[in-house]
């Protein structure tokens, strides 16, 4: 057949699949050249390895592969293109189709819309300068994207964006210190866990359930959690700054160590709300007392540590023994499965005994002695109005189905007096 792509016998007919453009060809030789594998929707038939090209253009014409147009790369317009070595046929958007359908994502749309198919050489060049330049563009882009997530990440999550001022206390697990954000300059609270000391698995369990319910509490009277930030020998708990005072410290500022009623009322209230708030999400503190209450300058207070703190069913009794024993209800001493919202209520009722006296309600030469106390509930009355004295012993009430709830003390005549 004169002019054509293909040597066939007249009988037999050729679809569109097996008489492929020769400029097409030479396309696909040369992503076989610079190595690009896999190339999509090649397919290979008996007929097809049968066929020999006609190798008139001057150019290397492989007969390696052949393509089976599909309803996406099927030409739209042919035409036919003179040369002095013969004339072929050759499409407009064939070329552009199979480039487009790499499934592999890496080379995008190009701007190739005519090769000299001429001379093989201007057409390799063309082809490498164009495409692969595209696909470093690409990834340039793309790993832009990726450092400058990475860069802020690493200022988020970097313990070096903090500087440390002071120690703010020491206990048996964890020390916290003051610091300054590098970044925000605000005052934070880091409380860091060694991990050599959390080598119990139960600990670890425990410092994990803190780092979620500190995550769960949103309250203005409840220190706030910031970020958490692992090293290789700690576990960096970052907090609110709740002040550098502790309820403890501010009470050594006034004689006797007691504060007025009126003054205490104010806080207490304070206290109160965040027990009540914790309590409205089934989450129980278990260890309020006044080193875990903080002050700043404007009497505004901030409840801390919620290491022993757990969420818990309302039909559900707790069986871990915990706490301060000065503030501990009598069915922890009794070392019997409690309910932990009336455990908070308890306390809530020996913290405001203290603020009013200086005092505890129960003490005790030793934790025996103390617990014996606590079983028996009977304490000196304080010296405050008639509606105190209620409130203090309805939460100080031996049975804990007896003793008066978060809601009701916020309810309570006294604050209104």
Same mark, same amino acid.
């Given at each position: 057949?004169?002019?054509?792509?293909?040597?066939?016998? !007249?009988?037999?007919?050729?679809?569109?699949?097996?008489?492929?453009?020769?400029?097409?060809?030479?396309?696909?030789?040369?992503?076989?050249?610079?190595?690009?594998?896999?190339?999509?929707?090649?397919?290979?038939? !008996?007929?097809?390895?049968?066929?020999?090209?006609?190798p008139k253009t001057g150019m290397k014409i492989t007969d390696q592969y052949y393509t089976v147009l599909t309803h996406e790369n099927k030409p739209d317009h042919n035409f036919r293109h003179k040369t002095a070595q013969g004339s072929y046929r050759t499409t407009k958007l064939s070329t552009k189709n199979q480039l487009e359908t790499l499934e592999d994502g890496l080379l995008?749309?190009?701007?190739?819309?005519?090769?000299?198919?001429?001379?093989?050489?201007q057409c390799e060049t063309k082809f490498k300068t164009q495409t692969l330049d595209g696909f470093k563009i690409l990834r340039s882009s793309s790993q832009q994207q990726v450092n400058t997530n990475a860069v802020l990440n690493q200022k988020i999550s970097n313990l070096d964006r903090y500087l440390i001022l002071s120690i703010l206390g020491q206990g048996s697990y964890a020390t916290v210190k003051l610091a300054r954000d590098k970044i925000t300059e605000k005052l934070m609270a880091i409380k860091i866990y060694s991990k050599?000391?959390?080598?119990? +698995?139960?600990?670890?369990? +425990?410092?994990?359930?803190?780092?979620?319910?500190?995550?769960?509490? &949103?309250?203005?009277?409840?220190?706030?959690?910031?970020?958490?930030?692992?090293?290789?020998? &700690?576990?960096?708990?970052i907090v609110e700054y709740g002040g550098s005072k502790s309820l403890r410290s501010y009470l050594k500022l006034f004689p006797n160590r007691k504060l007025d009623e009126d003054d205490a009322k104010q806080i207490f209230r304070q206290i109160v709300k965040a027990v009540d708030y914790c309590h409205s999400l089934n989450i129980v503190h278990r260890d309020i007392k006044l080193e875990n209450i903080l002050l700043k300058d404007n009497n505004e207070i901030k409840l801390i540590d919620f290491g022993f703190s757990i969420l818990v069913n309302r039909e559900c009794k707790l069986g871990v023994f915990c706490g301060t024993p000065s503030y501990m209800a009598p069915e922890l001493v009794s070392k019997q499965e409690y309910f932990g919202k009336p455990v908070d209520v308890w306390a809530l009722g020996v913290l405001l005994y203290v603020l009013l006296t200086g005092n505890f309600p129960f003490k005790g030469s030793n934790d025996s002695d103390l617990y014996g106390q606590i079983k028996k509930g009977v304490y000196t009355k304080v010296n405050a109005s008639l509606q105190c004295q209620k409130l203090i012993s309805q939460m100080l009430t031996i049975r804990a189905s007896e003793r008066i709830t978060t809601l009701r003390i916020l309810q309570d005549r006294w604050f209104n007096s």
């Open positions: 057949m004169k002019g054509g792509g293909f040597k066939v016998r !007249p009988t037999t007919r050729c679809n569109s699949a097996i008489r492929r453009p020769t400029q097409e060809l030479a396309i696909l030789d040369l992503y076989q050249q610079t190595n690009i594998n896999p190339i999509p929707q090649l397919i290979l038939t !008996p007929t097809q390895r049968n066929l020999r090209p006609r995008k749309k190009t701007s190739i819309t005519q090769l000299d198919t001429d001379i093989p050489q050599a000391k959390l080598c119990n +698995q139960q600990r670890k369990q +425990q410092l994990k359930r803190e780092i979620h319910i500190l995550k769960l509490l &949103d309250h203005p009277n409840i220190i706030k959690y910031l970020n958490t930030i692992e090293t290789q020998m &700690d576990i960096n708990l």
